[in-house]
């Protein structure tokens, strides 16, 4: 199992479509919620880090370019715009789980075990 470090980039994986790594402004503007022109703008801006070619011009001749953002790329600029860290999540799910009855606290337990493939949560 592998288990991600608190403010790293693996928090961000869950929103990202597994094996893919490059990705064109249109499925960048999908996975952060903007459009594709807001993709194109910040990359312009180098706020989205990435790739632009027309290998059908010459040099100095593009008129038309073709962007390609990679995974790193992606998570960076996901990594940089937030205005948390990855650990305020579970510092957030903590302080309610504070006020939970002993029945729904039983039954997040069986739902935390299930995604932890079966493995059992010990008891501090």
Known sequence: ????????????????????????PKEVAS???RTD???RDAFDNQKILGHQNNARARKGRERRRTY???REA???FLLETANYQPKDFLERIQEILRNRSPQELTQLQHYV????????????
């Open 37 to 39: 022109q807001f993709v």
């Open 1 to 24: 199992m592998h288990i991600a470090h608190e403010n790293g980039p693996e928090h961000f994986e869950f929103m990202l479509p597994p094996g893919q790594q490059w990705f064109s």
């Open 68 to 70: 390609q953002i990679h």
């Open 74 to 76: 992606l998570i960076l």
């Open 113 to 124: 075990t299930s995604r932890l493939g079966g493995v059992a949560i010990r008891r501090g």
């Open 31 to 33: 996975v952060i919620g």
